[in-house]
């Protein structure tokens, strides 16, 4: 248990890392130092900061909005600090306006976000700061000049100045040190701001020149930041947009001066507020070019880890999963973009049907049930409601195509079902009369809705799927991919898939999940694993994990260090979102488990985990720091066999730095039915690192005894594998 | 007035039948076999020997893919195990295996068959009316499906259960009259009467075991889909009764096997390819039955039950060839020819029940005529085919008898005559021996002579 000066000093550090969206102690520290230039404004802030919890504390707001609270009461101090000197009324004014700062922000926060789901940002300090002035009368600077080798006009010290006035401490090296908290915070939050800046500070010397300095100059950095990399997705889009955020910043900066000029009001943060609102507020109703994060706020690494890792594993944004709308292996006739039919607005959807040896039929394949894939039972690939059926059309001759009488009749006889989120699902080219559900039906995912046919315009027996927005026949069409699945060919055997679009020619089967294996991959709240751990010949050491379940339900396996989100099922194990301090154990088992499918005929599959995890070598990291700011995945393959004793899974990780620059790191593990991990092993550099699971124990909770079960390690070298073993 | 022209003379002539098919069924006459799976049977029994049995793994993994596939695309949770009792030997066994076909087996014997293949306990399943209490003590351990036949096994089971110290999930055997096919009223528990419901209720009160499966299997070269398709819906209402009436959930139905190969059968006048189904008419019959039998469970939030094939015959059956040699011609006193090869019944169990496909590996010259193909055991009850046409045979020439996949490799015994060579032409074009011919070591191998008897002549 944390005493209550160590909560409250933790407080304190993280509000000030909190201005820059950081989480990390460095950056707290730095932040904490660049304010501490000044003295009073450190001790402004500090008084800021108890008040503010006092509020807290004393309305029990304590799961709403506190890091805003914070962060704006923060800055509220450090402003009053830093802008007037404390005489009488001073006094009793700071404690209110900081007040104000908190009851704006609880409002603010609120209200914004039912608005428009719109962050409050730092609003709630400027109104506040705002609502003193007319008793604080005009700003009287109240801390001293402070010496600096250049010239106060000279560019960098201009710009540096201007990121110490995000903390109220305009100098230089309160500037250098905000610089270097951000560059240890994000690369690329660090590279917003100082673009951000240039960007800004250029469109202020055309549109105000005469206003143009350090305490308006600091709202383009913060723009660019809160728009190009914590609010929305980075990238290209969202640099971009970051800039314009920075330019309108700009232009909101030099009309508040010539609005308020000789008045002695600060515009402090409103020209950034008003710009980043103003573009995130249109973001969020834009279809392309950027994707907005506004729910979820985080430093632009962690958002493009998740964007890759979720494209990789779940398939590109805005694309629907469905399940195969068949039983059994069946083959993609025609894909996105096909030769035939599936082009321009049409280009999303599948044609399915059934080949041996290059030929979709038996005998002379004059008769419709010559065809392999003819009456076979199609399924429903999602649920939904049935919204339209046509089951009355007669099926077509091999080779024949009905001459087109009606704008539907080209999709011949369908079912559409629309799935809970909208769209429509169309399976199309039914044979006459296999129809089995009508329309109002609601169906469940796999139920048997009709036959595959060869009415409509289809040469051959052959199933349509694809989706779009509403029911009628000929609308466009709207990506998805099948989910879960299974496609072979000769040399790789059985590949899995959670989120694929299969291309032409490819075999499809519905990957069934094996109740063992998900049964070995389960890990229920309150389990814990222990392993035994050594690198190289060293003496085993005690390691473990525990699964714990977050407040927002997330389930995270925690060692002493560090913990890292874990899902499991319906279709795979899957772990992501590595959080923590160092911890090579966990990196370990997040690579050689990362992403385990329940399908037992999953022979291989690829993944795309973050590089963090890889146990790189220096010049590799510097590389990645140097020039990849926002991360990037590895590549990984795993291979599954299965033996006697349980499964053995080699995971290959590739980290491509430059062509002719690869590192790769093999990994392994092992498990058995019972959920043994007997083995997870890395090789790198003749360096291995081997863990051993050697219990399991279940943490007590209200009526539910703890329990511990020893497992015995195996043998140190295991046994080969059995080739053919069934 | 125009004369009358005189028609011209046409010689008359004889024209062959050009083949096809006829109301009979395709015609057989000058249908020669010169090559089992693209290899050349005088190659083959040069090398290896007459008689010869010759496996095609390419054939076999067909086979099993074909009839998987039939399923696949028609339920969704497919186990496909081999019934070992059809064909057990290795690399059969094995072949299947890797085709992802689990174990199915009726004995001891054939349990620890499996095992030393490699077979992991939980991939096999134990049927058969005879398991021995430690056979069932090894199954239970290992985690294998057992499936109970009668009530003494059902009872020693919980008893081998509770010396384990442990609960074992089994499934019962259940017989019933489908309408379609004739009743196997001798294994498992009788529907009709409300054994079966009884010995249901009774496993579910057990302590010891849990009911999560049902077994059935109604009959062999079942030739009519309709009587799967009857199975299938009778098992599912069976099911609903048994999960309404006790706590039991149903995880898997094992249907058996039983279906038809390409055989004709004696008795049935019509040619195999008439009356046998394909896989996929069998996939049909029984998964549509599944599909509406199921459907109120599903809706109850059940989910389907895994479905258990055992299919043997129609799996090996036509994967495999006997090459036989003739040893000797003779006239019988009626008039018909006969012929001595030198494999018979002994080695082609099935030659009982079946009138196998029989060619010659090159279309001989001469006139058919009706012939008795005899075998060479010194037993009146020997012969292979009682009465067929073929033109005059030369000592040596090698007649190929063909679908014997199924039942002959199990059934032979060792009879006067040693049990010859089995090979199987592998997907390479090569040709693997997988038993090798018996000599006298093997047969003599279990035998003790008393040290009395050591000597055959002279005194002890």
């Known amino acids: 248990m944390r005493t209550v000066p160590i909560r409250l000093a933790a407080g304190w550090l993280s509000a000030h890392a909190g201005v820059l969206y950081a989480e990390n102690r460095a950056a707290s520290l730095l932040c904490v130092a660049a304010s501490a230039l000044y003295p009073r404004v450190l001790l ?85 700061v705002w609502a003193a002035l007319p008793v604080l009368g005009g700003m009287a600077p109240a801390i001293p000049e402070l010496p600096f080798p250049l010239a106060a006009d000279h560019p960098l010290s201009a710009f540096l100045s201007s990121l110490g006035w995000i903390f109220l401490s305009p100098h230089p090296v309160s500037g250098a040190l905000v610089l270097a908290a951000l560059l240890a915070t994000s690369r690329w939050l660090a590279l917003l701001a100082v673009a951000g800046y240039a960007v800004g500070q250029a469109a202020m010397s055309v549109l105000a020149p005469e206003s143009a300095g350090p305490g308006l100059a600091f709202n383009f950095p913060l723009a660019a930041m809160a728009v190009g990399g914590v609010y929305c997705l980075p990238g290209l889009g969202s640099f971009v947009l ?18 308020f000029l000789g008045s002695g009001a600060p515009a402090l943060s409103a020209p950034f507020v008003a710009a980043a609102l103003l573009i995130l507020a249109v973001a969020r109703h834009a279809r392309r070019g950027v994707t907005p994060m506004l729910a979820h706020p985080a430093l632009p690494e962690r958002h493009a880890e998740a964007a890759r890792l979720a494209e990789s594993r779940l398939g590109a944004p805005g ?68 919204v339209a059926v046509r089951d009355g059309l007669p099926d077509n001759s091999p080779g024949q195509v009905a001459s087109r009488v009606e704008q539907d009749a080209n999709w011949g006889n369908h079912v559409v079902i629309r799935a809970a989120s909208g769209p429509h699902v169309w399976l199309a080219h039914l044979r006459q009369g296999s129809v089995g559900v009508q329309a109002g039906a609601w169906v469940r995912l796999g139920e048997v809705v009709g036959a595959c046919g060869n009415s409509g315009r289809s040469p051959q027996p052959h199933l349509h799927l694809h989706v779009q927005p509403g029911p009628e026949a000929g609308e466009v069409s709207l990506p998805f991919h099948l989910d879960n699945i299974l496609t072979s060919d000769e040399a790789s055997g059985h590949r899995w898939h959670l989120a694929h679009v299969p291309g032409r020619g490819k075999s499809v089967a519905s990957a069934v999940p094996e109740t063992a294996l998900a049964r070995a991959l389960t890990l229920p709240v309150g389990r814990r694993l222990g392993f035994e751990v050594r690198a190289g010949a060293s003496e085993w050491r005690p390691w473990q994990v525990e699964a714990t379940l977050t407040l927002a339900g997330q389930v995270r396996l925690s060692s002493e260090h560090a913990d890292i989100a874990a899902v499991s099922g319906p279709h795979a194990f899957a772990l992501y979102d590595r959080r923590g301090g160092k911890d090579p154990w966990l990196d370990l088992f997040a690579l050689a488990l990362g992403l385990t499918p329940f399908a037992e005929a999953a022979e291989s599959w690829a993944d795309a985990p973050p590089a963090r995890l890889f146990p790189m070598r220096l010049p590799a990291r510097l590389f990645l720091w140097a020039f990849r700011p926002l991360g990037c995945s590895l590549a990984s393959r795993y291979r599954r066999s299965r033996a006697a004793w349980g499964w053995r899974q080699i995971g290959r990780h590739e980290l491509s730095l430059l062509p002719g620059w690869r590192e790769t790191l093999e990994t392994e593990a092992e498990f058995t039915p019972d959920g043994q991990f007997r083995r997870l092993a890395a090789r790198l550099d003749g360096l291995t690192l081997e863990m051993r699971q050697v219990f399991l124990a279940q943490k007590p909770d209200e009526g539910i005894p703890a329990w511990r079960v020893s497992m015995p390690p195996p043998p140190v070298s295991p046994p080969p594998l059995k080739g053919a073993t069934p | 007035m125009q004369a009358t022209m005189k028609k011209p003379w046409i010689t008359p ?155 074992v999930p089994v499934a019962i055997r259940l017989n019933f009259d489908t309408g379609f096919s004739d009743p196997w009223s001798r294994f498992g528990f009788n529907l009709e009467s409300g054994q079966a419901l009884d010995a249901a209720r009774r496993v579910a009160d057990s302590p010891r075991l849990k009911l999560t499966g049902l077994h059935t299997h109604i009959g062999t070269f079942v030739t009519d889909p ?235």
């Open chain 1, 44 to 128: 402004g802030g500090l008084a800021a900061l108890l008040l503010a919890q006092a509020w807290i504390l004393a309305l029990g707001l304590a799961n709403i909005a506190r890091p805003g609270i914070r962060i704006n009461a923060l800055l509220t101090g450090l402003a009053l600090a830093a802008l007037w000197a404390p005489d009488g009324a001073w006094w009793l004014i700071f404690p209110l306006a900081v007040s104000l700062g908190v009851l704006f922000s609880v409002t603010l926060g609120e209200w914004l976000w039912r608005a428009g789901s719109l962050p409050a940002l730092s609003l709630p300090f400027s109104l506040a």
């Open chain 1, 319 to 386: 694309s629907l999963p469905l399940a195969p709308p068949f039983l059994g292996q069946w083959q993609v006739y025609q894909g996105f973009d096909g030769a035939h039919t599936h082009r321009g607005p049409w280009r999303h959807a599948l044609d399915f049907f059934l080949s041996r040896e290059g030929k979709s039929y038996r005998g002379e394949g004059e008769r419709l049930d010559d065809y392999l894939c003819w009456g076979l039972p199609v399924v429903a690939p999602i649920a939904g409601e049935v």
């Open chain 2, 13 to 167: 002539t004889l024209v062959a039948h050009g083949g096809g098919l006829n109301k009979f069924g395709a015609t057989r006459h000058h249908q020669v076999t010169e090559r089992i799976a693209e290899v050349p049977v005088a190659d083959l029994a040069r090398r290896f020997g007459s008689p010869l049995f010759v496996l095609s793994e390419a054939r076999l993994r067909e086979n099993a893919a074909r009839l998987k596939a039939a399923f696949a695309h028609r339920w969704p949770k497919m186990v496909h195990a081999w019934s070992y009792k059809t064909n057990y030997l290795g690399a059969v066994c094995n072949t299947l295996h890797q085709e992802g076909y689990i174990a199915e087996v009726v004995s001891a014997f054939e349990y620890e068959k499996a095992r030393g293949l490699g077979v992991p306990g939980e991939r096999i399943v134990f049927n058969g009316p005879h398991k021995p209490r430690v056979a069932l003590e090894r199954a239970a351990r290992e985690g294998a499906r057992i499936h109970i036949d009668n009530l003494d096994e059902l009872y020693l089971l919980e008893e081998v259960a509770e010396g384990l110290d442990m609960t």
């Open chain 2, 226 to 460: 309709r009587a799967y398709a009857a199975a299938a819906g009778i098992l599912c209402a069976f099911m609903d009764t048994v999960e309404a009436e006790t706590r039991a959930v149903i995880e898997y139905l094992d249907m058996g096997g039983g279906f038809a190969s390409n055989n004709a059968l004696q008795g049935v006048y019509l040619p195999p390819e008439q009356i046998v189904p394909a896989p996929e008419q069998y996939a049909e019959a029984i998964c549509d039955a599944l599909m509406a039998g199921t459907r109120a469970r599903e809706a109850r939030g059940r989910a389907k039950p895994t479905l258990i094939l055992e299919t043997g015959r129609a799996v090996v059956d036509d994967a495999e060839w006997l090459i036989a040699g003739v040893v000797a011609n003779k006239r019988l006193p009626d008039g018909r020819r006969g012929v001595v090869l030198d494999a018979g019944v002994n080695v082609l169990f099935t030659a009982y029940w079946y009138h196998h496909d029989v060619r010659p590996v090159r279309w001989p010259d001469g006139i058919a005529e009706e012939t008795v193909l005899y075998g060479p055991l010194c037993m009146n009850i020997d012969i292979m085919r009682q009465s067929i046409q073929l033109p005059p045979l030369a000592l040596g020439d090698k007649l190929v008898f063909h679908p014997v996949g199924a039942y002959n490799n199990t059934q032979w015994m060792q009879f006067i005559e040693y049990r010859p060579a089995v090979v199987m032409v592998m997907r390479d074009g090569g040709v693997e021996v997988v038993r090798e011919r018996e000599d006298l070591a093997c047969v003599t191998r279990q035998e003790r002579i008393p040290a009395r008897l050591a000597q055959p002549f002279g005194k002890p």
């Open chain 1, 242 to 259: 970051g800039m314009v955020a920075a330019l309108l910043a700009a232009l909101a900066a030099a009309a508040f001066a010539q609005v």
